[in-house]
Every structure is written in structure tokens, then in C-alpha cells.
């Protein structure tokens, strides 16, 4: 990093140890280090993932339109005495939260598990409605949607078409929304924003 990088850099860095971020600032994050993480293969895999998608947000490649066409390739079927689909690899628990506190820990900074928490909530909010183009086929295009279930949060894909089945791609679990809604679905963009030091959910502008 040049000596402006390393400026930008420590500043975001801060703004997670010190509890100091909302959405905004890990969206930032995302853009500012996916071009420093290509030289790392096979490493930092989701924030790569989420940081190409945050900057093209209907994407025509990348970990989560390969698990969309491998689901439909195989039809939706499961492994045997699993609830898992063939082909598809979400993003495990604690997978995400691993690879920011390697990062941060590379770095030079020790991140609390609440943080890292918070930026997978974040990271959930952003991500939400982006579209990933299945093929040339018009209208068939993939979304990444946000539901709510009563352990906490899940980051559901969605191929397209009305025969397509939602598959949870991430789970954060945890109270975050006291808000029901119908059949889990939340049906507008929320926002993450910081309120009196802690992190509270917009939904239409109201906290929920």
C-alpha cells in the first residue's frame, strides 16, 4: 500500500476495534481492499466475494452464481440424509468472522467477536437484492435476499424463476429484528446504522 492506502486503511481499521462503524463504512472497506486480497488465492474467499460483489451488483461470475447454477444443474437435489443441496457451498458459520480476524490480525489489530459480528450483519444488509445474471435466457436472473428465521438472520439466494427454491447461503444467529414479517421475507433494503454506540436496524426508515 502506498502511504494514502495505509492512511485509509488504519482509519477503517480503528472504526472497527473502536465499535465506531455501521454499513457504510464496511461497504467502504470492501471496495478499498479487494484489490489488495487477488494476490491471495484461496484465501480471504468471502471477502473477495463480497467485496466484487459490492462493486458489480449484478455479477456474472463468482462463489455465489456457481452455487445458484450448480443447485439448478442438479435439480435441487439433496445429499442423503442431509438437508444440503448438491453442489451448492454456502458460506459456513463463522467462516466470514474467521477471515476478517485473520485480516485484521495481519494487520496488526485485535478485533472483538461482537465486531466481527456486526460486520457480518453489515455485510448481510449490503448484499441484499443484489442480482446475479443465470444465463443469457431473458429475466433469468438470480437474488441474494435477506430473511428472517427464529434463530436470527439468513442470506438466501434465489435462481429466478418461480419453480426456483430459496437456499440459505449464510446464517447470522442472534435477536437482531423484533419486527415479524410475513413468511420471513424482508421485503425492502434495511439499513445498518450506529445509534447512542450501538447498532440498530432501519427498515422504511424505523427502527425494527
Known sequence: MDEKAQQIFERLCNKVVNGEFDEDDIYEFYIFIRSYLKSFKGKYKWIRE????????????????????????????????????????????????KEF??????????VSVQALKEIKLCTFSIANFSRYKISDKPGRTGQVRLVQTQSGLALCSHAGER???????????GNYIDKDFPCGFIDKPIEVRRKNKELVILYDGDEV
Open 50 to 97: 463480497w467485496g466484487d460483489l459490492i462493486a458489480h451488483r449484478e455479477r456474472n461470475e463468482g462463489a455465489v452464481l456457481r452455487n445458484m447454477k450448480n443447485a439448478i444443474s442438479n435439480g435441487y437435489a439433496v445429499i442423503e440424509g442431509t438437508n444440503q443441496i448438491k453442489g451448492y457451498h454456502g458460506m459456513e458459520e463463522g467462516e466470514l468472522e
Open 101 to 110: 480476524s485473520d485480516l485484521f490480525r495481519e494487520a496488526g489489530y485485535a
Open 163 to 173: 419453480d426456483d427454491f430459496y437456499i440459505g447461503l449464510s446464517i447470522l444467529k
